[in-house]
């Protein structure tokens, strides 16, 4: 069993979440908020995704030197939580404009990269390897705005795409490690995460599983 440390006004609003002769601690409270819906004994395994959001996202929270309490804040929406993926005042999605990329967590596995594209290129490597032919079939799905492919099968159909819209040289394809499959590079910081966040979202997975540390 892990120890965590949470304030008062947090554990108050895990009483107040709490089911009458169900949840009978707050750790039965947190299981549910976090989608883990198997019970089972302290020593047995739960849903390894389910684990692995728990993971990074405490992962996210040291790296930002942050501590448990505001992970759980964040996580039953009780205000005084710093800045995430979200900013909460505007609501809308972070931006990564100007920020350099130094390394991104998926699965509990974290991973040096220098530049955006790198981001793209590894994290489709990794879906790949557990999806195959599913993340080929999503990733030629995504159609974006002004006939410009985020993936094609080959270098030749991402020249062609980006003849017809006028930008002969607005593209970079670069091929998935193991996959024939291309990936568009020549794309903003923004862009590319949306583009990251797309596939996961489709592939089943939560934003919470995919942690990027920047610098800038």
Known sequence: MRNIEIDEEVYKELKKRAIPFEDKTPNDVLRKLLGITNKTSINDNVSDRSCSRLTNMLIHEKNNNRSHDDYVRKMINIKGYGEAHRNEKSGVEESYTGKTPVSFTFLM?????????ELLLKLCEILYDKHGNEFVGI????????????????????????????????????????????????????????????????????????????TG
């Open 109 to 117: 596995e974290t991973f040096t990269i220098r530049k955006w594209k």
């Open 139 to 214: 990733a030629l799905s995504i159609n974006p705005r002004g006939n410009r492919p985020y993936f094609t099968k080959t270098k030749e159909e991402m020249e062609s795409a980006a003849v017809k819209r006028g930008s002969p040289k607005g593209f970079w394809p670069l091929q998935v490690k193991n996959a024939n499959i291309y990936a568009e590079t020549k794309l903003g910081a923004n862009r590319i995460i949306r583009v990251c966040r797309e596939l996961l979202s489709r592939l089943g997975y939560d934003d919470s599983e995919l942690l990027i540390k920047t």
